[in-house]
């Protein structure tokens, strides 16, 4: 008598006969085995093991991927505005550092941007480099974030720090988060910090302190980032300068250039004085201080004197050419959580916006193009399109 054939794998898987006593089964059915219980709930482990594995990796060669795709270009927009961020070595997974780019702000017209300002920085450093922009909603510059700073920057339109959004703690470190122009907020990278700031980047001011992120784990030793507040004096500079009027400025001109010609004169003693006096002064002093620094008369100490205090006047405004006029800015300190904020700005667009015009949302976002300054009136006035 003939021996049976044994069966392969392949057997007992296909509904075939192969060899004397098998029995068809289904196509994919494994033969029904009996194992042991500790022994199956091995094997489940084992391949829960496998796959978790092979995900592990796949996620690996996924972030491997993003954290090669080397250097690339960058645009935020935010209203108006927009800034533009072009690689100057290139982008794909060949630029690879130092880096080197181009930043151009640039402002919205009847169908075409103006430029703000350009300005380039680098990094040299061959790392992978990650970087956020967020583009201020009223024209005087843009939140900067990388991989390199661990901190984050309000640069104006011509490259220079506005603003440095760093915390109190001098070991804290913080990156730029952004989901889209309305979404976005500073967060701590330390241990398991994922607590949040808002920001009102305008004046690259931090409004709260921050809040974890639902289910976040928060480790004892990174406790949420304490942000300097903005000082008193700095804050009443700006409610100030909000409702500032060329009138003001005509009435302050007289002091405004006898503080000058102190600062000009070689009495050092009176330097101190002068330049507070012409910071105290606000934007009555901008027009007066840039006539004097332009003058070919002036001596070079003095106008180094005079650059500094047009400066501070330029740092205090955030970069802002003329705030007391800036709609986009007015328009969105109405909604400030300061309360001096809202009240000066609602003063301020009841003056400067054209008559029997009441600021609200639909009106502003359907009008905004179409205004213009008008010297004479010290107001808006709406042109008529063709």
């Known amino acids: 008598m003939t021996a049976p054939r044994p069966r392969s794998r392949r057997c007992v898987r296909d509904e075939v006969s192969c060899g004397v006593g098998t029995t068809p089964r289904r196509i994919g059915q494994w033969p029904a085995v009996d194992i042991p219980e500790p022994a199956l709930l091995w094997f489940v482990l084992a391949r829960m093991r496998s796959f978790a594995a092979i995900a592990i990796l796949v996620l690996g060669m996924s972030l491997a991927a993003q954290e090669s795709n080397g250097a690339q270009d960058q645009t935020a927009t935010s209203g108006h505005y927009r800034v533009r961020a072009e690689s100057l070595t290139g982008i ?17 017209g009847l ?27 009223s024209g005087n510059g843009f939140l900067l974030g990388t991989s390199m700073d661990h901190k984050v920057l309000l640069l104006g339109c011509d490259g220079r720090v506005l603003a440095d959004l760093q915390p109190a703690r001098a070991t804290a470190r913080v990156s730029l988060w952004v989901r889209d122009a309305q979404t976005f907020w500073l967060r701590g990278l330390e241990g398991f910090d994922a607590r949040r700031a808002e920001v009102f980047v305008p004046f690259g001011e931090v409004l709260t302190e921050g809040h974890t992120d639902p289910g976040a784990k928060v480790a004892a030793e990174a406790a949420a980032p304490r942000w300097w507040p903005i000082a008193a004096d700095e804050r009443a500079f700006r409610t100030r300068m909000l409702t500032w009027t060329p009138a003001i400025g005509e009435r302050d001109r007289d002091a405004a250039l006898d503080a000058i010609a102190r600062l000009c004169s070689q009495n050092d003693a009176a330097h101190p004085t002068a330049m507070r006096a012409l910071s105290k002064m606000g934007w009555s002093a901008v027009e007066p201080l840039e006539t004097a620094i332009a003058a070919a008369t002036t001596r070079a100490e003095a106008r180094a004197r005079l650059v500094a205090v047009r400066q501070e006047l330029d740092r205090l405004a955030c970069g802002h050419r003329d705030p007391w006029r800036n709609l986009d800015l007015l328009w969105r300190l109405g909604k400030h959580v300061d309360v001096a904020y ?8 009841a003056r400067i916006l054209p008559e029997g015009v009441e600021p609200k ?8 193009l179409t205004l213009r300054w008008d010297k004479e009136a010290v107001r808006y006035i709406e042109i008529k399109l063709r």
Request: with cysteine; proline share 5%; charged share 20%.
């Open 342 to 349: 809202r009240e000066a700005s609602a003063l301020q667009l």
């Open 92 to 108: 794909g997974p060949k630029s690879n550092g130092p880096y080197h780019f181009r930043f151009t702000c640039e402002e919205a």
């Open 111 to 137: 169908g075409t941007y103006h430029q703000l300002g350009t300005f380039e920085r680098t990094w040299n450093t061959r790392a992978s480099f990650r970087m956020s922009l967020v583009m201020s909603p």
């Open 361 to 368: 949302a639909e009106w502003f976002a359907d009008h905004r």
